[in-house]
């Protein structure tokens, strides 16, 4: 199921944004406008529920997702929200040395290439999360927009 969660929100680039917080910055880096949210996340998650439970295994939740796929709104936030704390406990194993980076970089260099092996070999979503999570402070809590060049400290005693 979490393969169909993720497939639903890798083709709903869209919705994706509206869920994961679209950021004014990214919208003004790629040209385009942000994504607003128009209507509750809720309505998100019910669109996900019929995408990842109209083709289950279990008949009893096909035929729930067909017959009211609201009932599954809460456990489409329930799994989003561990896939939130697992790719954060992920991201501690890079620490500051992935901040920031994307999927392509990090895989780019031997020691952190060794680390996303690691990592995907436990979480194998992790990439994909990375990709739409990792620059927003509110799912990645490594990374910061500070300019590693930027030496606050010396700053404050200056004042």
């Not at 040209?31 to 996900?48: P, W």
């Not at 990792?134 to 990645?140: H, L, M």
Request: with cysteine; glycine share 6%.
């Amino acid at each position: 199921r979490t393969d169909r969660l993720i497939e639903w929100c890798r083709t709903h680039k869209s919705e994706r944004k509206k869920l994961f917080s679209d950021s004014t910055q990214d919208a003004r880096e790629e040209g385009r406008s942000k994504q607003q949210l128009r209507h509750g996340k809720n309505q998100i998650y019910v669109e996900m529920a019929k995408a990842i439970f109209l083709h289950d295994e279990t008949e009893e939740f096909r035929l729930l997702a067909q017959a009211n796929p609201g009932v599954f709104a809460s456990s489409i936030w329930s799994r989003l929200d561990v896939l939130k704390s697992k790719y954060q406990k992920q991201n501690a194993l890079l620490g500051q040395t992935g901040a920031g980076r994307t999927y392509e970089e990090l895989i780019s260099g031997e020691r952190t290439r060794n680390i996303i092996d690691t990592i995907q070999k436990e979480f194998p979503w992790w990439a994909d999360l990375h990709g739409w999570w990792r620059t927003n402070p509110a799912y990645n809590n490594t990374w910061s927009s500070a300019d590693s060049g930027q030496n606050f400290s010396v700053r404050a005693v200056e004042l």
